[in-house]
């Protein structure tokens, strides 16, 4: 794998989407089919699927539970369940995106044997993961793949940017070329989802190791929101801020609750190996729940979607909502 590499490609992709009709000729387009993979809306048999993950009131992974368990509502119309299984073995497709902006430089050594640990303990066979860092640019440090040792070479090779000491603060996200000086969170997510994730099969998430205080990005946080809801991709935030520099931990929750994952407050070393370690455990303890929705309208809508537990004392961790076909 060659150094890290600037993703030019991926924004101006982005940027030909949103804000322009034409492509620049080194660019591809990106597709505007629905996504087949995690809680796939497919046109011919509208099977909508959802990836579960439930917890007791001492927080621990609950996995002996059956499809009477559950229920579904699709925009406050309850819904039959057609499918249920235990996902222990279906494949993941992971992103480890790293904040590198000044804020996190005194937790860099832990975020990266973390990650290394990460990514070693939850990859198995079938499984592919990229790495990403941000800062005022967005660097893919790793495409996909399955070679441990090349994400573990990825993770170390992520460093601190400082603009004032030669680095390019130029953001490379979607929309113009404007300078900034700050982090580009929402920018990463957005990327990530349209131009990585979007033809990936199976489960897809993205593990985001971060203040979530975004300062610079060309996209907002709402649209960063859909591009993870439309290519089913659930946002697991690890939330490490520096009080000297502070954070954003309602970002933080609004990108993981939207997408059907969780935010671990961290701050210390022991607490970064503990949240690796639970995120990985939630990877591998879900429960596939599919239905077919009683709106057959393919208008290209959110519909909202609340799975609840017969036992109340369970909470649930699910996406809440997708986006329906459009013909």
Request: overall charge neutral.
């Amino acid at each position: 794998m060659p150094k890290a590499r600037r993703i030019q490609c991926l924004a101006l992709c982005v940027a030909a989407t949103m804000a322009s009709p034409a492509l620049p000729q080194n660019a591809t387009p990106v597709s505007q089919q629905p996504a087949t993979a995690q809680g796939t809306i497919k046109s011919q048999v509208n099977l909508v699927n959802l990836f579960v993950t439930v917890r007791d009131k001492k927080k621990n992974i609950v996995s002996d539970l059956k499809k009477e368990d559950f229920k579904i509502n699709e925009d406050g119309q309850e819904q039959k369940i057609a499918f249920f299984n235990k996902e222990i073995a279906l494949p993941v497709t992971l992103g480890l995106l790293l904040d590198t902006s000044g804020s996190e430089q005194e937790m860099l050594s832990a975020i990266q044997e973390g990650g290394s640990r990460f990514m070693n303990r939850v990859l198995r066979k079938g499984d592919e993961a990229m790495v990403m860092s941000f800062a005022s640019d967005v660097d893919l440090m790793s495409d996909f793949t399955d070679d441990k040792g090349q994400l573990d070479r990825a993770i170390h090779r992520t460093r601190i940017a400082i603009p004032d000491q030669g680095m390019r603060a130029g953001n490379p996200g979607p929309v113009g070329t404007r300078q900034v000086t700050g982090t580009a969170l929402y920018d990463a997510i957005y990327l990530a989802c349209n131009e990585k994730l979007a033809t990936e099969a199976g489960r897809k998430a993205l593990v985001i190791v971060t203040d979530a205080d975004d300062q610079g990005s060309k996209v907002k946080i709402e649209e960063a929101v859909e591009a993870a809801q439309r290519t089913d991709t659930v946002i697991h935030i690890l939330l490490v801020i520096d009080p000297r520099f502070g954070g954003n931990a309602g970002a933080a929750h609004r990108l993981a609750d939207d997408t059907g994952g969780r935010v671990i407050s961290v701050n210390s070393d022991k607490k970064m190996e503990e949240a690796y370690d639970q995120i990985s455990e939630e990877l591998r303890s879900q429960y596939t729940v599919g239905y077919y929705p009683t709106n057959t309208n393919h208008d290209g809508k959110f519909r909202k979607i609340k799975v609840e537990m017969v036992n109340h004392d369970l909470k649930v961790l699910a996406r809440k909502g997708y986006y329906a076909p459009k013909e």
